[in-house]
C-alpha cells in the first residue's frame, strides 16, 4: 500500500491520530470511538474487512485486529480451531484466531511504541499491508472448511499455492 499524501508525523501527539489520517487520506469509512479505539472498513479481495485499532497506554502498545464477514457455527469449531494452528505456523507476523463469544474469526497483532518518540506512516503501512495480505490468502480456506464442507489439509493445501497471472 502506498500512501501519496503528506501527513505531519512528528506533531502526533496519540498513536491513532496518525491512524486516522492515513484512514481519512485513503476514503476509508472509519469510527473513532475514542481517543484509544477506532474500527476502520477496508476493502479486500474476498471482502470488506473490518480493522479495529485500540491503544493502551499504560503498556505502550497498539493492538490490532482484521476480522472476517463470516460466522463459524459450534459444529464446525474444532475444524476451525486445526486450521487456526496450521495458518499460524506459517506466519512470520501477528496471529490468526477466533473471537469465541461471536464465532467470528480475525488476524491480530500487537505493536509495542514504549520507549519510541512516534508511531511513523511506514509502520502503520506494514501492518495494514501485512495484515490484508495474510486476510486474503487464508480467507478462502476458512471459507472451504466452514461452507465448502473441505478437510482442513485440503483447505491449508489450496491455501499454500502461489497462482500465476489472472484468469
Known amino acids: 500500500m502506498t500512501y501519496s499524501m503528506t501527513l505531519d508525523e512528528d506533531t502526533q501527539a496519540h498513536p491513532l491520530d496518525l491512524i486516522e489520517q492515513i484512514v481519512a487520506a485513503n476514503d476509508w469509512p472509519f469510527d473513532r470511538r475514542c481517543d484509544d479505539e477506532m474500527a476502520v472498513e477496508v476493502p479486500g479481495k474476498w471482502c470488506d474487512y473490518s480493522l479495529y485499532f485500540a491503544w493502551r497506554e499504560d ?18 469449531r474444532a475444524a476451525i480451531y486445526e ?37 511513523n506512516v511506514a509502520q502503520v503501512e506494514d501492518l495494514i499491508d501485512v ?18 464442507g473441505k478437510s482442513v489439509a485440503d483447505a491449508i493445501a489450496a491455501a499454500m499455492i502461489e497462482t500465476v497471472g489472472q484468469a
Open 83 to 119: 486450521l487456526l494452528a496450521l495458518v499460524n505456523e506459517r506466519l512470520w507476523l501477528g496471529h490468526f484466531g477466533l473471537w469465541a463469544d461471536e464465532g467470528i474469526p480475525l488476524f491480530r497483532h500487537s505493536v509495542l511504541l514504549r520507549g519510541q518518540e512516534n508511531l
Open 59 to 76: 503498556v505502550g502498545a497498539l493492538h490490532f485486529t482484521v476480522s472476517f464477514d463470516m460466522k463459524v457455527q459450534p459444529a464446525k
Open 131 to 148: 495484515a490484508m495480505e495474510e486476510c486474503d490468502r487464508f480467507y478462502p480456506a476458512f471459507q472451504f472448511v466452514i461452507w465448502g
